[in-house]
């Protein structure tokens, strides 16, 4: 399967931005997937996580109660709705397969997307 990340942009802290990433090459069912960003010099991070099938999430603690993400299993697409974006979420946000282990960690996820970069200024 391939990924492709896109909506990201550059926005005012308080905004709001909605980020897509569309599967192709065959339709997802049994799968998590999950987005990740990774800041200038920084580490690539979890972000979110859903489990396409159930529609169960997972969050990092720093998204919590902003950050949405959702699917639309006929689109074959994952979303994540950022709302109250700061500064610190500034990053480029990429989206990929969990393939086992823990859904937090960026090991154990492969098909990554190319990313798409989110700006926020203050």
């Known amino acids: 399967v391939q990924l492709q990340a896109s909506g990201g942009g550059s926005v005012q802290a308080g905004a709001s931005l909605r980020l897509s990433c569309a599967a192709s090459?065959?339709?997802?069912?049994?799968?998590?997937m999950g987005w990740f960003r990774q800041a200038p010099g920084k580490e690539r991070e979890f972000v979110a996580a859903i489990n396409w099938s159930g529609g169960s999430t997972y969050y990092a603690d720093s998204v919590k109660g902003r950050f949405t993400m959702f699917r639309d299993k006929a689109k074959n697409t994952a979303y994540l709705q950022m709302n109250s974006l700061n500064p610190e979420d500034t990053a480029v946000y990429y989206c990929?397969?969990?393939?086992?282990?823990?859904?937090?960690?960026?090991?154990?996820?492969?098909?990554w997307g190319q990313g798409t970069l989110v700006t926020v200024s203050s």
């Open positions: 090459g065959r339709t997802l069912s049994s799968v998590v």
């Open positions: 990929a397969v969990y393939f086992g282990g823990s859904v937090y960690r960026r090991d154990n996820y492969r098909n």
